[in-house]
């Protein structure tokens, strides 16, 4: 189902304020990796925000979820704290991990294998 228009401008303004809050916490530095948030998804309600986390050289994904999820009392008060006055309801933070780099590299091996290049052959 496609997104609505007030879903995309509610998610572009969580989007944006929960980076600077990450900054802020030091969030978006754990374990000697990278946390960024590629995408925030609304439901229609506007009640629930589905946050996508992309790690970049972090060690164990699951722990570093899971250290966010811990915390997210504390993100959700920060974000309330910015965005009351554009909101009615606070939605309810649900973080997830997002893959699509992983995806993005099993499909280059596979295409690699698929059609190696005129490079990769000549050095066979």
Sequence with gaps: MQEGKRQKQVGSLLNEELNLIFQRLGLSMIDGGMVSISSVK????LLEARIYLSLFQVKDADSTLKKIEERG??????????????????PELKFYLDDTLDHV???????????????DQNQQ
Excluded: S
Excluded at 42 to 45: G, S
Excluded at 73 to 90: F, N, S, Y
């Design 42 to 45: 609304l439901t229609p309600d």
């Design 105 to 119: 590299f099993k499909m280059e091996e596979l295409f690699k294998k698929i059609n190696p290049t005129d490079n």
């Design 73 to 90: 009392w504390e993100i959700k008060r920060e974000l309330t704290a910015r965005v009351a006055k554009q909101l009615r309801r606070m």
